[in-house]
C-alpha cells in the first residue's frame, strides 16, 4: 500500500489521528521502530485494510518539540513542530514566571507573544501601571496583546500573531486559556467532541493532546500538559542564554564558567550597574538559577 504524507492531529496514548492531504483523518497507530509520534508531527502512513487502522510509517524531522522529563527521567514527547509560545497571565503579573517562560522559549528556538488577558477588569491605574510593566519586554522585541477573552476585546491582533503559525497556550490555571481557545474557535467544544469519538475513546481524556485549525489559518494544540508545560531541564551554564538581552555580554565576563551570581568582573553584573539590564531580570535570573538541581551545575 503507498504510503501518504499526514499531520498528527491528535494522540490519545497509542492511537493517533492523522490528516490526510484532503482534509479527512483517520486514526492510526506507530510501528514501535519510529518512537513516539504527538499532535503537529508530519509523519509518513498507510491505510489500514477494511476498517483496520492505519500504520504510521515514518515521522518526519522536527524543527521544534515539547518534551516532559518522567518521575524515571526518561524524556517524553508532548508535541512538535510549535513555533511560538502565548503566554497568558491575568492583568496583575508576575515577572519571575514570565521570565521563566520567556527563558522556555528562547532555549526552544521558539517565538514568544505575552498576552494580558481579563483587562474587562483592570481600571486606567492598573492598565497603565502594566504598560510600564512591560515595557522592558517590548523593548527585547516580545509582542504583547491585551486582551478580553469576556469583551472579545484585542482578540483580532491577537488571531493575527497566531495566522500561518503553530502555537500553544501557556501560563497559569485560571488565567483564562480555555476561555481564549473558544473565543478563538468557534467549534471548539464541537471539534473536542469529534476528535474524541475518532480516537474511539468517546471523549476528552486528561491525557490527550490535540491540534485545532484556526478559521484564518494556523493551528493550536491543546492539551493539559502542553498548558502547564515549562522547561525544568535547564543546565547553569546556558541560563543567561535564555535573557536575551544578556546575551551580548556573556563573553566579557573573566570567567569562561561565570554564572554572573556576584563573581568578580562579571560583564552581567556590570551592565546591570550601568542600566543596560534591568535589576528585575537579573533577580529573575538569580532566581531560577538558584531553583535549578545541583547536577546542573556541572
Ligand atoms: P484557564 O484555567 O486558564 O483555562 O482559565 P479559564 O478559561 O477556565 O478561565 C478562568 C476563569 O476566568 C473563568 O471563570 C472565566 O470565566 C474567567 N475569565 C476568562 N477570561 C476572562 C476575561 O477576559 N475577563 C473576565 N472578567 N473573566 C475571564
Ligand atoms: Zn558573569
Known sequence: MTAQSGLVIANFGQTLLVEAGDGTSRPCVARKSIGQAVCGDRVLWQAGRGGAHGAVIAIETRHSLLARTDARGKSRPLCANIDQLIMVTSPVINHSLIDHYLVTAELLGLGMVLVVNKMDLADETRTMKLRDEMAGYRAMGYELRLVSARTQRGLPELDALLKDRTSVFVGESGVGKSSLLQA????????????????????????????????????????????????????????AQGFREFRSFLDDCRFRDCVHDGEPDCAVNHACEQGKISRQRLESYRAILHGLPAEKYD
Open 184 to 239: 478563538l474557535l468557534p467549534d471548539h467544544e464541537i471539534r473536542v467532541g469529534a476528535l474524541s469519538e475518532a480516537s474511539g475513546k468517546g471523549r476528552h481524556t486528561t491525557t490527550s493532546t490535540l491540534l485545532f485549525h484556526l478559521p484564518h489559518g494556523g493551528d493550536i494544540i491543546d492539551s493539559p500538559g502542553v498548558r502547564e508545560f515549562r522547561l525544568w531541564n535547564i543546565r547553569a551554564a546556558e541560563l
